[in-house]
């Protein structure tokens, strides 16, 4: 006996009883219970390794390795440092507020990134999985996961395949594999032994863990367990593929650098420059020094970036929760709006997962091409006009009842109204389109079945023998099976209400049908009946199946989903490539690359044999040109992803089967199917679609784009917001004397007070940039192409305006101080505080303007003005609590401000709104820039 599963090589490949012996097992008792139990202590449980739970402590300190966090931590302990030198009198004000918001942003990003978590997992909770064994010689069941290597599986209809295994037995036996080979149909099985190069998707006579039996029976040998079956092999594949970091967080930690380098070299060059202007006396004037620089680092760090940026790709998530996505990561989100590709399965995601029939073909040459069976109620037409009882109903009642009566599927309307398939996918289409026709309730009372002939490989065939209680309890055989092997079985055919005898001609056009029924690459079944003799024996078994009466084939194909067809059409619009990937056969891949406008229709899919066959050249421009593959394995799908994002796309792959897992680690964005899915799957993927939609996935777009707007809008606020900080205070130093900033001692006198620029940050930068933050989508969102991976958030241009806006507001603030102030440029007459308030009221109101002009790039401020709401009540929330730290006498102390007269008041409006104007000509310029490059 092996003393290691892996150790069986090529089971399909090998005669039954050798096997047996190799796994030291006796075909008819099975393992004995003592021996399992010591198999499962050697071998382990029958599972896949998962990786261990991260404490919740390790997601919490995660939230404080981030750029901006560190810049903050490190303006707190400047802060500090300076409190305790002066004296630790009071409260450090300014760094207990920073700490508090390093907190707060810290707890928002754990509690969400925990509410994900738990909604997956309640997502992927299953019940525990059994499986039918035989154990000295007794059946019972166990849990799957204490399966071990010679266990004999006993299989049923219903059964889910807990092990890799090979077929010793096999009864009509069929099992779908969609989930490991991305095969629709189920797999007819077969014992028989097959040739040791047999890829995967062909081995008839193996089981595989985590696939489904959907009719018939089997007895197979457990030849692997855990992580040596075929879905293990691809949960280590999945293992050892690195998980890429999402394009916004490259990007915020690029912006983290960069604030952070601006920090220290405006930090350094200001305080340099104060220390060689001003005479330093005494630990004072070294303390104010310092002082000035921590003013710096909060003006210039937006304190309130990390926070808004998890809260609104948190608002982001909700939305997308009330779309039937749950997201497992907050950045997953931007990151499917940046999608220039979507790769996708074909089977469940763009197709419904079950079988249908398009199109039925009847001896009479009538054809019935519309919604024969996409869904189980509804009317059928023939071409275009409802089928009233006549010729053509008897031939279609025949064709759909016959096909009916000779299968084993079940068709049951569930409480909630939606019906399930029990059985067959293939032989349940025949029960959905004759209950479309309204005759499924009349074949149960007239038949009666008595007997079947089961189908096999080798007769491509099945039949039943049933009693038709209309006709005088006459007995009548009915099959359904492979048109050209059925067509010799017949003498005759049923031409509208007659049966007539089987002519050449009849024959031909026949084929003709089956022919192009292929051709549109579906698959065929065709029906044929015949009364029985009275001297006729029912148990004669396929003796019976001759001289039958030929009544017309079907094509079958797993429908698209409608909503698909839709969804591509908007992805296409907005500039997002659609490609599918499957397992499946490539016609019938191209036909529904086709139906949904994936491709043209003509067009080809390209192999996973014929992928093999190209170097890296040749794969790089099948890449750019192919949007169909089809018989592919995960090693396939990896390397197509892999080509796409060399090319420099943002790929995003979804997927329902473990054999998706790998890509879907793989991609900039993984999302998996919720329903169909399987574990593995779901743990690869970033998204989860919990209604399996692939419209969803083109939602999921829309919202990540209006998502990367509305970050847009709020960094251009807040660095312009900043910049106009930073810039008045540097400007206010470096023009101190021409500005009047003097004092007696000869000393510069800072523009701003460094507890007013912290209350500038916490009235400006929070509430106005977190309303632009859920900014209402805009009406081209999907009109416009996929944002590159090497396109900045900020780019040149937001720079530009970044720059000016902030000028605008440095000049403004500081006209505003040398006006009131007495010397300097413009001769005044207030004293330094009076006047400083009014800068400081200045800037706050600037700022408050600015956030209209931040909702847009190049459009006007005045466009949708009133859109937002919310924005609206955040910069009269600004206005409010300016007005009260001007106003009221005990906040005029802890700020160091005093009231302002009306005349006054009128001043700081007039100054601040010069940024609005200002905004306006330089967005009216872009715009006739814009129009000028347009052809």
């Not at 402590?57 to 390795?65: E, G, V």
């Not at 350094?268 to 710096?296: C, F, I, K, M, W």
């Not at 194909?557 to 409608?562: K, L, N, T, V």
Request: net charge negative.
């Amino acid at each position: 006996m092996t003393s290691e599963p892996g150790l069986v090589q090529a089971a399909w490949s090998q005669p039954a009883q050798p096997l047996a012996d190799q796994l030291g097992v006796e075909p008819g008792l099975g393992l004995a219970a003592a021996e399992a139990l010591s198999r499962l202590e050697r071998f382990g449980p029958n599972e896949l390794r998962v990786e261990a739970p991260v404490p919740a402590w390790r997601h919490l300190l995660a939230q404080f390795h981030d750029p901006l966090v560190y810049l903050l931590l490190a303006a707190v302990g400047i802060t500090l440092l300076v409190w305790r030198v002066e004296g630790a009198g009071g409260w450090p004000i300014d760094a207990l507020v920073i700490l508090v918001i390093v907190l707060l942003n810290a707890l928002i990003g754990f509690l969400q990134e925990l509410r994900s978590q738990r909604a997956a997992a309640a997502l992927a909770r299953l019940t525990a999985v059994t499986s039918a064994v035989l154990r000295d010689g007794v059946p019972l069941r166990v849990p799957s996961t204490e399966l071990v290597p010679g266990d004999l599986l006993q299989l049923a209809e219903g059964d889910r395949v807990g092990a890799d295994a090979r077929l010793l037995q096999a009864h009509a036996l069929r099992v779908q594999e969609a989930s490991l080979t991305g095969e629709s149909e189920a797999v007819l099985k077969d014992a028989a032994i097959l040739p040791p190069d047999t890829p995967l998707a062909e081995r008839a006579n193996m089981v595989f863990k985590g696939t489904a039996v959907v009719q018939g029976t089997g007895l197979a040998l457990v030849t692997a367990t855990g992580m040596s079956t075929e879905m293990g092999r691809i949960a280590h594949l999945l293992a050892t593929t690195p998980e890429q970091a999402t394009p916004l967080q490259k990007e915020v930690r690029q912006i983290g650098l960069m604030l952070g380098r601006a920090v220290l070299l405006i930090a350094l060059v200001v305080v340099v420059t104060v220390l060689l202007l001003t005479e330093v006396r005494s630990l004072a004037d070294v303390e104010a020094v310092l002082l000035l620089g921590v003013s710096l680092a909060v003006a210039a760090v937006p304190e309130g970036l990390p926070a808004i940026l998890s809260l609104v790709l948190a608002i982001g998530v909700q939305r997308m929760a009330s779309r039937s996505a749950i997201v497992k990561q907050l950045s997953s989100v931007e990151t499917l709006g940046s999608a220039s590709v979507i790769c996708t399965d074909k089977t469940g995601t763009l197709t419904r997962a079950e079988m249908a029939i398009e199109r039925v073909m009847t001896a009479s040459g009538s054809s019935y091409p519309e919604g024969v069976g996409y869904e189980p109620v509804g009317d059928i037409r023939h071409q275009g006009r409802l089928i009233e009882p006549g010729p053509l109903h008897s031939e279609l009642v025949l064709m759909l009842s016959g096909g009916s009566l000779a299968g084993n599927a079940d068709l049951r309307q569930q409480a909630d109204g939606s019906w399930v398939i029990q059985g067959d996918p293939t032989e349940a289409a025949f029960l959905v389109a004759e209950r479309k026709l309204g005759v499924h309730e009349r074949r149960r009372e007239r038949f009666e079945r008595i007997a079947e002939i089961p189908f096999t490989s080798e007769r491509k065939r099945m039949s039943v023998l049933a009693i038709d209680h209309e006709q005088g309890d006459q007995r009548v055989i009915i099959v359904k099976g492979a048109p050209d092997l059925l067509l010799q079985r017949c003498s005759a055919a049923r031409v509208g209400m007659d049966v007539v005898p089987m002519s050449e001609a009849i024959r031909a056009r026949a084929l003709a049908d089956v022919d192009e029924l292929s051709d549109a690459a579906l698959r065929t079944l065709s029906v044929a009946y015949r009364p029985l003799r009275a001297d006729e024996d029912e148990q004669a078994g396929a003796a019976l199946e001759q001289e039958l009466v030929f009544v017309g084939t079907v094509g079958i194909i797993d429908p698209p989903r409608a909503e698909a067809a839709v969804a591509i059409q908007e992805a296409q619009r907005a500039g997002i490539r659609i490609i599918m990937i499957t397992g499946d056969h490539p016609r019938t891949a191209a036909r529904i690359a086709s139906d949904l406008g994936i491709i043209e229709a003509g067009g080809s899919a390209l192999t996973g044999a014929e992928l093999d066959a190209l170097d890296a050249a040749g794969l790089a421009e099948a890449v750019r040109s192919t949007s169909v593959y089809a018989r592919v394995d995960p090693a396939h799908k990896l390397r197509i992803v892999d080509a796409l994002q060399a090319q420099g796309h943002v790929v995003a792959m979804t997927g329902d089967g473990v054999n998706d897992a790998p890509a879907l680690r793989s991609a900039d964005i993984g999302v998996a199917m919720g329903i169909t899915g399987t574990e593995v799957t779901k743990e690869a993927g970033q998204m989860i679609l919990a209604d399996d939609n692939f419209a969803t996935i083109v939602a999921a777009v829309r919202e990540g784009r209006a998502i990367l707007d509305n970050i847009r809008k709020f960094l251009r606020y807040l660095l312009s917001s900043n910049m106009g900080e930073v810039l008045t205070v540097f400007l206010g130093v470096l023009g101190a004397r021409a500005l009047g900033l003097i004092d007696a001692g000869g000393a510069v006198v800072l523009p701003l007070l460094a507890t007013q620029i912290l209350w500038i940050n916490l009235v400006t930068d929070s509430a106005p940039a977190l309303a632009m933050g859920v900014d209402p989508q805009g009406t081209d969102v999907m009109e416009r192409r996929p944002r590159r991976p090497d396109e900045r958030i900020i780019d040149a241009r937001m720079g530009w305006g970044v720059l000016q806006t902030g000028l605008v507001m440095a000049l403004a603030t500081l006209l505003t101080l040398d006006w009131l102030l007495p010397g300097g440029l413009i001769e005044g007459g207030q004293s330094l505080e009076t006047a400083r308030t009014a800068a400081f009221t200045v800037l706050v109101l600037a700022q408050l303007f600015n956030a209209f002009n931040a909702r847009s790039e190049s459009a006007s401020a005045f466009r949708g003005l009133f859109g937002n709401r919310l924005l609206w009540a955040a910069v009269l929330l600004g206005l409010g609590l300016q007005v009260a730290v001007v106003e009221w006498d005990w906040l005029n102390r802890a700020f160091g401000t005093l009231p302002l007269t009306p005349g006054q008041w009128m001043l700081c409006v007039a100054m601040a709104s010069s940024v609005l104007w200002s905004s306006e000509l330089r967005k009216l310029w872009l715009r006739r820039q814009d129009g000028q490059r347009r052809p």
